[in-house]
């Protein structure tokens, strides 16, 4: 043999369950592989909603406090909720106006759909937060 292939494919390789949990992409192969999932990426990811909902029990609430999509499992259920990774995740907006006591506000300075709400609360803005915040902060220059 005058080349060798640059790779050689794995007999019996196994797919990494940590990553793919996390691939928005690979929620039909999650779905039917329940028993190979990583529970703890699966509720970062945003097209997992359905499986995440029908398995509450599995849910890591850390991660899925920060999912964009997870809006209506979190105002559920709120006592599990992470506040700080909540203020973060730019859908959670009406969940955090409703519970300003619960806020983290240098998360929420960050948050890019939370510019009305900061607006508001210009006391409790988090300046060198802000500063990262990609939305315009005209307002307080």
């Known amino acids: 043999m005058l080349f060798k292939p640059l790779y050689k494919k794995k007999k019996n390789s196994k797919l990494n369950w940590k990553y793919l949990?996390?691939?928005?992409?690979?929620?039909?192969?999650l779905g039917k592989n329940l028993n190979k999932v990583d529970w703890e990426s699966l509720s970062e990811n945003p097209n997992a909603i359905p499986?995440?909902?029908n398995n509450l029990d599995k849910v890591d609430?850390?991660?899925l406090s920060r999912n964009p999509n997870a809006i209506p499992i979190l105002q559920d259920n709120l006592?599990?909720?992470n506040w700080e990774l909540l203020s973060g995740n730019p859908n959670a907006i009406s969940i955090l106006e409703n519970n300003l006591d619960k806020v983290d506000w240098d998360s929420l300075?960050?948050?890019p759909n939370a510019i009305p709400l900061l607006q508001k609360n210009l006391d409790k803005v988090n300046l060198d937060s802000l500063s990262m915040n990609p939305n315009p902060i005209h307002f307080i220059i």
Do not use: F
């Not at 949990?21 to 690979?26: G, T």
């Open 51 to 53: 499986i995440l909902e």
């Open 21 to 29: 949990s996390r691939n928005p992409n690979c929620i039909h192969i």
């Open 109 to 111: 300075s960050e948050n």
């Open 61 to 63: 609430w850390d991660n």
């Open 79 to 81: 006592d599990k909720v």
